[in-house]
C-alpha cells in the first residue's frame, strides 16, 4: 500500500509562483508514474502534468507548460510541481497519484494512490 501526502499549497497573488511537493511512504516510485491533477469547484478533475520516474520523462497539459516544472527527488522519494506565473484560473485543489503501470497516461482513473490534495488559491 502507497499513501501520499501532498503540501505546498496556499495564496498567491496572480504571477507568483508555490511549489507543491508529494511524498510517498508505504513503498517507493521507483518503477511508478506519478501525476498531479487539479480539481475546481464546480469542474471536473484535470491533468496537470506527469513524470515516469525511472527515466524522468514528463507530461503537461497544454494549459501549464511553460509555466509548471514536475520533477522527481529519487533519494526522497518525493515528486514536486513547481508552479510560476499562476493565474487565477489555476485556483484547485490540487491532486498527486500515482500509477504502477510505467505508462504515463493523462486520465485519472487509471492511477491507483491518490493523496489527500491541497488547496492553491491564486488571487487577481
Known amino acids: 500500500q502507497v499513501q501520499l501526502v501532498e503540501s505546498g499549497g496556499g495564496l498567491v497573488e496572480s504571477g507568483g509562483s508555490l511549489r507543491l511537493s508529494c511524498a510517498a511512504s508505504g513503498r517507493t516510485f521507483s518503477t511508478s508514474v506519478v501525476g498531479w491533477f487539479r480539481q475546481a469547484p464546480g469542474k471536473e478533475r484535470e491533468f496537470v502534468a506527469a513524470i515516469r520516474f525511472l527515466n524522468g520523462r514528463t507530461d503537461y497539459a497544454d494549459s501549464v507548460k511553460g509555466r509548471f516544472a514536475i520533477s522527481r527527488d529519487n533519494g526522497k522519494n518525493t515528486v514536486v510541481l513547481q508552479m510560476n506565473s499562476l493565474r487565477p484560473e489555476d485556483t484547485a485543489v490540487y491532486y498527486c497519484?500515482?500509477?504502477?503501470?510505467?505508462?504515463?497516461?493523462?486520465?485519472?482513473?487509471?492511477?491507483?494512490?491518490w493523496g489527500q490534495g491541497t488547496q492553491v488559491t491564486v488571487s487577481s
Open positions: 497519484a500515482a500509477d504502477e503501470s510505467g505508462y504515463i497516461r493523462r486520465w485519472d482513473k487509471l492511477y491507483t494512490y
